[in-house]
């Protein structure tokens, strides 16, 4: 994985001071750390994979769409079907195609989506700008409802992810943000990828077709991580570079005042 994700999540582990580790602390300080270090590392190690497999996934339909003419939505819906979001990923919200369309088109663009298919199909928080980025089409779209024909410009921040993921060719995920298809106040991410029309040459890129976008809720992807998480150790998510100068995203443990026993930093 070439680039990196624009995003650092710092795990902070927090052992119990009972349970698994009862018997290790009557023997030494540094079988015991090394254990809670073995059991930390095992949650990191299922959350990168958790995090590759978006990346798998959002990597395989954009290249659905650049290889494809003309993708109509039973195309799209189709497709995503084949990944088995709700079996295989259920920490995802959803996989969508972001599209830029000029104020000019808007309206063309949405009479094309209903006529396409799409009957429900509307625009949605509409900004001043002159190129607006819509969701085009979003699956499972049940559960995604409320972010199909969004404009995604309404949030600078997500609009500069998107502009930065386009100029540079490269993935990219936003800061924590509130997912508009969230049935709660909980933070979430969208790991961006921009599309590219297929050329003949490897090093040129064809036209650009937008960005697909995975969305999901952090709570959704930080729970069991392993067995152990709750009873061996308890985590703690900020967004930023230091544990001191960041943004909390995720916190369960139970009781925020006492003193860990063993703790473990990680930086992703």
Not at 9 to 35: P, Q
Not at 67 to 81: A, N, Q
Not at 202 to 211: A, D, N
Request: with cysteine.
């Amino acid at each position: 994985m070439s680039s990196r994700l624009e995003v650092f999540l710092i795990l902070v582990c927090v052992a119990l001071t009972g349970g698994l580790f009862a018997l290790s602390i009557k023997n030494t300080t540094e079988l015991a750390n090394g254990e809670f270090r073995r059991l930390t590392e095992d949650g990191v190690q299922v959350l990168r994979t958790r995090l590759l497999t978006y990346m798998q996934r959002v990597n395989g339909t954009a290249a659905f769409i650049a290889s494809s003419d003309d993708v109509r939505p039973y195309d799209f819906e189709s497709y995503v079907s084949t990944l088995q979001i709700k079996e295989q990923m259920p920490t995802i919200n959803g996989i969508g195609w972001i599209v830029e369309v000029p104020t000019a088109e808007l309206s063309d663009f949405a009479d094309q989506m209903r006529t396409a298919g799409q009957s429900e199909f509307e625009l949605r928080k509409l900004t001043d700008e002159d190129v607006h980025y819509i969701i085009k089409y979003i699956q499972p779209k049940e559960t995604n409802s409320a972010a199909l024909g969004l404009d995604v410009t309404f949030a600078p921040d997500r609009a500069e992810v998107l502009r930065k993921a386009r100029d540079t060719g490269t993935h990219q995920m936003t800061p924590p943000i509130q997912l508009v298809q969230a049935d709660k106040e909980v933070p979430g991410f969208v790991l961006l990828k921009p599309i590219f029309k297929n050329v003949q040459a490897q090093k040129e890129r064809g036209q650009f077709l937008g960005w697909i976008n995975a969305a999901f809720v952090v709570e959704n992807l930080l729970v069991g991580l392993t067995a152990g998480q709750g009873d061996s150790y308890e985590i703690q998510v900020v967004d930023g570079p230091t544990a001191e100068d960041s943004l909390p995203v995720f916190d369960d443990r139970k009781d925020r005042t006492a003193a860990a026993v063993y703790s473990a930093t990680y930086q992703l």
